[in-house]
């Protein structure tokens, strides 16, 4: 009997230790054959991405916003800010991100945009919780549901999406596919289901495909 509790204390151990690897970095492009990682994965430290021939993987990390392109047959290590690379070739770039993107799909970052919205107004209105550096924002929506993206700070813009679940990968809205931008330097409120985030538009923000770290809205 002791022996059991003792393996069954153990094993809870595992999954406490497994639960808190948060992600800390997503994987923005594949080409090839690449092991380990698929477009659009969220990736915690220790997570090993293996590239074969001619394959090729670009990984952004949320917390430095290092934009790495990693080209050639080899084995990356994740790490916190930055990977380990084993014969593959690097190449290394410095993006516009917001750290805060980590923690801004928390339950409690949730609750606090949703009382700020319930009494927003144009003379009173909530702080940012992120910054988005690219205007056509690629945000993670899953399922089926009412997307609404509305500004904030000047009234009457809006952009409506009702999702059917058939979105990429189930989860992700791309408005860079769609052809749609948002005003730089606009604050905006994005909805969906039960999840509520404030964010501005960076004042610099250019529309389209820009690198996704810069442009990803967490709504899971």
Same mark, same amino acid.
Do not use: H, W
């Given at each position: 009997?002791?022996?059991?509790? &003792?393996?069954?204390?153990?094993? %809870? ?10 992600? /800390? ?26 590239? #074969? ?10 917390? !430095? ?17 930055? !990977?380990?690379?084993?014969?593959? #070739? ?19 970052? *949730?609750?606090? &945009? ?36 509305? *500004? ?27 052809? /749609? ?8 409120? &994005? !909805? ?8 501005? %538009? ?6 389209? &495909? ?7 809205? *967490?709504?899971?």
């Amino acid at each position: 009997m002791k022996r059991t509790i &003792a393996v069954c204390l153990g094993l %809870v151990v595992l999954a406490s230790n497994a639960a808190a690897q948060s992600p /800390v970095a997503v994987v923005e492009d594949i080409k090839g054959k690449v092991t380990g990682a698929e477009f659009m994965d969220y990736v915690a430290p220790k997570a090993v991405i293996k590239i #074969g021939d001619g394959g090729s993987v670009v990984l952004s990390y949320l917390k !430095s916003c290092r934009r790495e392109t990693i080209n050639g047959a080899g084995t990356v290590t994740v790490g916190t800010d930055e !990977s380990t690379v084993e014969n593959a #070739g690097v190449l290394v770039e410095k993006t516009d991100c917001d750290p805060s993107q980590m923690n801004v799909a928390t339950r409690e970052t *949730r609750a606090a &945009a949703a009382t700020v919205l319930r009494s927003v107004d144009t003379k009173a209105l909530p702080e940012p919780q992120l910054t988005l550096y690219g205007s056509s924002p690629f945000i993670e929506a899953r399922g089926r549901g009412t997307l609404t993206v509305r *500004r904030l700070d000047v009234p009457g813009e809006k952009q409506q999406i009702n999702l059917g679940g058939t979105q990429l990968k189930g989860k992700f809205v791309d408005f860079a596919s769609e052809n /749609v931008a948002l005003v730089p330097g606009g604050l905006y409120a &994005a !909805s969906f289901k039960q999840s509520q985030i404030v964010f501005r %538009v960076d004042a610099q923000a250019k529309p389209g &495909a820009t690198p996704i770290v810069g442009r990803l809205l *967490r709504m899971e």
